[in-house]
Every structure is written in C-alpha cells, then in structure tokens.
C-alpha cells in the first residue's frame, strides 16, 4: 500500500497524530478562549485544529458528509441524500450506498422504514461523530484493532 501523503491543500497547519493536535488545542484555547476540535485531513493523514467546528462544506468525504446529516438529524432519505450530495457522478453515486450499507454493518445506522425510497436511521450517535472526524474508513480500521 502507498504511504499516503501528511502534506495537504488544505492550507491548514498540520499535525502528526491526533494527540499532538489535541495538544495544540488545547494551548489555542488556553490562549484564546474559544473552544477548538480536532479533525483528521480529508485528502491525508494530517491532523488540523478549527474552532468553527467541522462544517458540513469542509466535509468532502461521501461517508463524513453522511454521518454528518445522520448526527444532526437522526434519519437520512438516502435518494434525496444521494441527489444532493452525489449529484449525476456515478462513482459518488455508488459511494453513496457503499457507505450507507457499511454504517450498518458496523452498528452505526439502521433501515428505517420509508413509506417510500431509503431511509438510513442513525443508531450509534458518538460513532457516527468519530466518523465525521476521522472518517469512515478511519472508522472502521480503529474498529478493527
Ligand atoms: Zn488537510
């Protein structure tokens, strides 16, 4: 497997790991006062600091954007998730339901009924939170250890 890359476009300062991220946190908030998260680089392996929170336009990531709706929310239509966030691109498009049948085999989501379509249902709110921050496959790997 290649060695993914800790440089980034992100235009944000980077960290190692997450530790030394949090680290740097928590001397921001020392310094200003304003409460800082930890997220790790949607394009590599760094780790960035932001105090806006991770908003739903920094999350580039199929898998991130969707556990993302599915804390805020509870229940995701997946077809109108799909259109939105996928649009007419058919590998996101299939992003789209790969993610969504492995939230559910990692216990993050359920089937919801829907009278009509798909409807995702979230199940384990703080991984679903641990997905948008590390994302899913990030997920699942710290699963798996
Ligand atoms: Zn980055």
């Known amino acids: 497997m290649p060695a993914r890359r800790y440089n980034c476009r992100c235009g944000k300062k980077r960290y190692r790991d997450e530790r ?48 993302y709706e ?33 939230m559910t085999d990692l216990a993050l989501t359920r089937w919801a009924p829907a009278a009509a379509g798909i409807r995702l249902a979230a199940t384990d709110r703080a991984g679903l939170a641990r997905v948008v921050q590390i994302g899913l496959d990030g997920y699942a790997a710290e699963r798996a250890r």
């Open 70 to 102: 599915l804390v805020a929310h509870g229940e995701v239509d997946l077809d109108e998730f799909r259109a939105r966030v996928a649009g007419t691109d058919p590998r996101r498009r299939a992003r789209v339901s790969r993610c969504a049948r492995q």
């Open 20 to 67: 030394q991220a949090l680290a740097a946190a928590a001397a921001d908030q020392r310094a200003h006062h304003v409460a800082a998260t930890v997220y790790r680089c949607p394009g590599g392996l760094a780790w960035h600091v932001t105090s806006r929170g991770c908003t739903p336009q920094a999350l580039r990531s199929v898998g991130r954007r969707l556990a």
